[in-house]
């Protein structure tokens, strides 16, 4: 199988230029365009795996009668070669770890005791945090979808199609922290996707209820037009156009279609999208102008200055100048299709200039909302935001799956949404699958990526573990729900015969009520009403803000509140169900692509959100150690760790400053015998470390990617984990949450420096302790050479030995902050290996520093005094 996916009919012609054969890849690979792979090669990431068998398909057979459903993804497993080795190297690390604490016990000895005692303590903690962490990875699964069993049997021969519906939700908050060219991209790639138009719904929250986003969305849906097509016609990776213009490499992919023609449709779409970003851009400035215009002629008396729509009305959401009703916080909701259902749309009179079939210009319904905002009632961030949207689009479409998408993230490949569906239809698990999660990439990272926003650990290691349990969590974005599993309904394997259905569960919209019990019938395709105004009005009422208040939304249904990770929350409350999720893997090429914030202020700030979340849940009815039965045990065990890491912190903090010993003038030690606890301590990072180098084979990410995350868990500890926890003992004794800030995502500015952010730091108190880390490390680095150079002849071969040893540790601690030092020193950074240079010389410095007051305190300073 491997193989077979990997020896694509591409070939290269005389310019370079690649050209694929579909017919000949057949349709289960369209994708295999980027001609970059090898011919017969297997990808790195797939090294290490092997298909587990498929049930007996003969049952698939009365398939094509129509019965039963088809086997929609197979499951892949890591080689025994390494999964043995691996699950026994975690087994030895086990033991060494129960030795050395039993050891350590044994050996009460310390210069200090309490310190002793709460090293214990802390050893404990590690020993167990870091079983909860490795033992639900004992044996990873990957699910890799098959489209082309898919298209066989739900793609009909006449064009029309049997695939189930699904409504999409891209959220946004602020058309200025969260650039409205990032969000129309996300838009565009969903309007381009790959599914059947009148199968899905894309929805646009804004939560900004800003005038900017909603004429930015209709000049997109104009854009769409020429996008769209041009997408289906060349077959073109990814359709989102700022991403798919800045590879180099987009018109030297051609896909049946003549090179020449797709040079000619690329230069006028180009055209055409340098046009639409412009217009874009000029957008607050044209509102802006129009507004003063409308409201010069209304000079009845000094009314407030209102912001105006395109045909001459009143915009009932936010006013460039705010006042009441209309400003952040305190709006109306609205409701705007931008584009109508395809069935109820007269064919399109646009032009054709790309020369495509009539049916390939119809684009899937596309409306904007904004839901009610009111200073009275808690909005809920962005939980609020999905549940507004999950009962708008119960109105108006009603589809089965669901699946949203930050404004910041997009769909990179045109066929992630029928990936996503294989997982739900499939014969095995399909009717017990909750949601589908894809491993989230980030393209705006730098190269090596200094703050670890791939996460690559976290996407291919953890998840992938989990995936063989009872699934992955819920990661916020680029995720497909199950419509009844989000309303709070049992699987089916646990479903009771009489569901209720009723206004102090759902809240008091008969239409909506009416939707749900549709929905947990059947799991079909709805066409949209009509709209009249009383459905108008019935949207209106499902978004506003006093809808959800005195329900079970947010608790029992729809994605969870008063939590800074909403996500986590809400894949867990699913899993207590005894639903189950799925982790999609696309081999071909990514699902979905975001951005991450690389600056280091920023990543700090999510940390906290991400941690403190994760400690909000402990203290919550969401605690997994009381989750029902239905919730697996390893399953358990790995939310137990998600939730409670945050608090090795403390410890990690304690240890990290342990180095500060070097400035006493007197030896402690932390344990005696110093010289076999320092052994113990080595074995046991070493072994994790080799545990990590198998992880990475499988994985099949990079040394620097694991190593990323050890440094980043290191920064994390000694800035923002420390915070969260702090944070929670406040929420405890004060009972006020975290607060949910929208992550800034930068736009590009500097164009020539795509990572200038990376350079760019913002001092936050957060990083007091980080700071006081590092110095400590550095001085008593410093001090232990001043030391050294004193005392090299006085010091027994034991002292040296246990001088050694420390240091190696005080190095260690320094090499995990390094990239914290790197943001300390802010633009210098540029200057690759400057703290090469830097870092020694502060040493030296310091060194000779310790020796001049030492001098000056042993020699001259009695001579003073006498
Ligand atoms: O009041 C709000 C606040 C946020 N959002 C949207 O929520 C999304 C996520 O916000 P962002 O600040 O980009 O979050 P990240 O820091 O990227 O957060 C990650 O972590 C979050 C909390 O765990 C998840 O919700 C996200 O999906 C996940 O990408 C964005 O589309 C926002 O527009 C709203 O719609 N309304
Ligand atoms: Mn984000």
Redesign the pocket.
């Known amino acids: 199988m491997e193989a077979s996916c990997m020896s694509s009919p591409v070939t290269t012609d005389a310019a370079g230029a690649v050209r694929v054969d579909d017919d000949a890849a057949g349709l289960s690979k369209p994708l295999l365009a980027n001609g970059k792979e090898k011919k017969g090669a297997v990808k790195a990431s797939e090294r290490y795996w092997v298909d587990v068998d498929q049930p007996d398909v003969a049952s698939a057979a009365d398939l094509e009668g129509g019965s039963g459903r088809p086997l929609l993804f197979r499951n892949r497993r890591v080689k025994n070669i390494l999964l043995y080795p691996y699950r026994a190297l975690t087994v030895i690390r086990l033991i060494a770890v129960i030795f050395f604490i039993t050891w350590r016990i044994k050996h009460n000895k310390s210069d200090v005791m309490w310190f002793w005692v709460t090293s214990i303590v802390g050893d404990v903690w590690f020993g167990l945090s870091w079983l909860s962490y490795q033992l639900p990875k004992f044996n990873p699964i990957k699910r890799v979808p098959d489209l082309a069993t898919l298209r066989q049997h739900y793609d009909l021969p006449d064009g029309s199609s049997h695939l189930p519906g699904i409504d999409v939700i891209v ?3 602020s058309p200025i922290n ?1 650039p409205i060219l990032y969000t129309m991209n996300c838009v565009l790639s969903v309007l381009a996707a790959d599914y059947h138009i009148d199968r899905y719904t894309c929805y646009l ?1 804004d ?1 900004s209820g800003s005038l900017i986003v909603y004429e930015a969305l209709v000049e997109t849906a104009k854009f769409a037009a020429i996008w769209v097509p041009f997408c289906r016609k060349h077959r073109i990776e990814p359709r989102a156009p700022e991403s798919y213009f800045e590879s180099e490499e987009s018109v030297m992919v051609y896909r049946g279609r003549p090179q020449q023609e797709l040079m000619s449709d690329y230069k006028h779409v180009r055209a055409q999208y340098e046009e639409f970003k412009v217009y874009l851009d000029k957008l607050p400035n044209s509102i802006q102008q129009r507004s003063d215009v409308y409201n010069g002629m209304e000079t009845k008396g000094g009314h407030a200055k209102a912001t105006w729509m395109a045909n001459g009305t009143q915009w009932s959401g936010t006013w460039i100048d705010p006042i009441e009703n209309h400003r952040t916080g305190h709006h109306a909701g609205i409701v705007q299709i931008v584009q109508e259902h395809p069935k109820h749309m007269a064919q399109q009179s646009i032009g054709n200039p790309l020369n495509v079939d009539d049916a390939d210009l119809l684009l899937p319904m596309l409306v904007y909302v904004s839901r009610e905002k009111s200073p009275h009632y808690d ?1 809920n ?2 939980a609020g ?1 999905l549940n507004a949207q999950l009962r708008i689009s119960a109105l108006l479409s009603n589809a089965p799956f669901i699946i949203n998408f ?3 993230h997009y769909i990179n490949n045109s066929q992630a949404l029928r990936a996503a569906v294989c997982f739900m239809l499939d014969q095995r698990e399909g009717e017990n699958t909750a949601f589908v999660q894809f491993p ?1 990439r980030f393209e705006n990272v730098d190269p090596t990526d200094r703050y670890g926003n791939h996460n690559r650990v976290f996407f291919d290691c953890a998840m992938y573990g989990l995936n063989g349990l009872q699934g992955p969590t819920y ?3 680029g995720c497909m729900f199950r419509r009844v599993s989000l309303y709070g309904i049992d699987p089916p394997c646990w479903r009771p015969d009489d569901i209720i259905v009723d206004t102090s569960k759902f809240g008091n919209s008969v239409p909506f009520l009416k939707s749900v019990l549709t929905a947990i019938k059947q799991e079909r395709y709805v066409t949209p009403p009509p709209l009249d105004e009383l459905f108008l009005s019935e949207m209106i009422a499902v978004v506003s803000s006093s809808y959800d208040k005195e329900t079970e939304w947010g608790r029992s249904v729809g994605y969870i509140y008063n939590i ?5 929350v809400t894949g867990f409350r699913i899993h207590g169900q005894g639903w189950r999720s799925m982790y999609g893997t696309l081999l071909e090429r990514e699902a979905f692509v975001g951005t991450a914030p690389i600056n280091l202020t920023e990543r700090l700030h ?1 940390i906290v ?2 941690s403190g ?1 994760s400690l909000e849940m402990v203290f919550s009815h969401n605690n997994p150690f009381f989750a029902g039965p239905r919730l697996q045990w390893l399953q358990r065990v790995s939310y137990i760790n998600f939730t409670v890491y945050p608090i090795t912190s403390l410890f990690i903090l304690m240890y990290a400053l342990c180095p500060v010993m070097w400035l006493l003038p007197r030896e402690i030690f932390i344990q005696k015998p110093f010289a076999t606890y320092v052994l113990y301590l080595i074995a046991i990072i070493v072994m994790i470390q080799t545990i990590g180098l198998f992880e990475i084979k499988w994985a099949g990410i990079r040394w620097l990617d694991w190593w990323r995350n050890e440094q980043l868990f290191m920064i994390g500890s000694t800035s923002a984990y420390p915070v969260a926890v702090m944070h929670m003992v406040v929420k405890l004794l004060l009972r006020k949450g975290i607060y ?1 800030r ?2 800034t ?1 930068q736009a590009v500015v500097d164009m020539d420096d795509k990572f200038a952010e990376l350079y760019e730091l913002r001092w936050v108190p957060m990083m007091i302790p980080a700071i006081v880390v590092l110095f400590s490390n550095i001085l008593a680095i410093g001090v232990a050479i001043g030391k050294f150079i004193l005392y090299i002849g006085t010091w027994s071969a034991v002292q040296q030995r246990n001088a050694a040893l420390g240091l190696m540790f005080n190095m260690w601690v320094t090499m995990l902050l390094y990239p914290f030092a790197q943001a300390v020193i802010g633009r210098w950074g540029k200057r690759p290996g400057i703290l090469y240079i830097l870092l020694p010389i502060a040493y030296v410095a310091i060194a000779l520093m310790y020796l001049c007051i030492h001098a000056f305190l042993v020699h001259f300073l009695p001579s003073m005094v006498i």
């Open positions: 959220t946004t908050a969260e929250s939560d909005h961030k962005k935001a930050d404004c910041d989230q990661l916020g974005t800074a990770t909403e996500d986590i999510q959100r991400w979340g949910f929208v992550t995502k």
